[in-house]
């Protein structure tokens, strides 16, 4: 082996490693990023019998919930215009279409259901 394909070979193996490393590292930051808006979305419709008028507790999750809405879900225009609507304006449309957007944005279809599932919540002592 001379040393010029020795030294070839020793870049390849180096630069191969670091794209390796690269990918894996923009593919981890991904699925990381999907997976944290999933939990959002999860937490969110799982709280969202907060904001009706049969609840009359803290309404703490809730509130974090859309607050963390702005942060994880900040490069997807659809989910921010939803919130911005929503937040100007609480009526039961612009919740449905901000979950719906979200949604959209994570990949989980819900032709499945209608809009009362997610209008209507279940709340303890009013199933």
Known sequence: ?????FIFFLLS??????????IANCYHEKQQLEKTKVDLLSDFSGYRYQLTGKYNG??????????????VFSKSDKVISALLSYKA?????NLITLIKRMCDDVKIEY?????????????????
Do not use: A, Y
Not at 59 to 71: A, K, M, T
Not at 111 to 127: A, M, R, T, W, Y
């Open 1 to 5: 082996m001379t040393i010029q394909n």
């Open 111 to 127: 032709s499945k259901f209608n809009d009362s599932l997610i209008n209507e919540p279940f709340i303890g002592n009013h199933l």
């Open 13 to 22: 193996s180096i630069f191969s490693g670091i794209i390796g490393v690269l």
């Open 89 to 93: 304006s609480k009526k039961t449309n």
């Open 58 to 71: 803290k309404q703490d999750e809730i509130i974090s919930s859309l607050n963390r809405i702005v942060i």
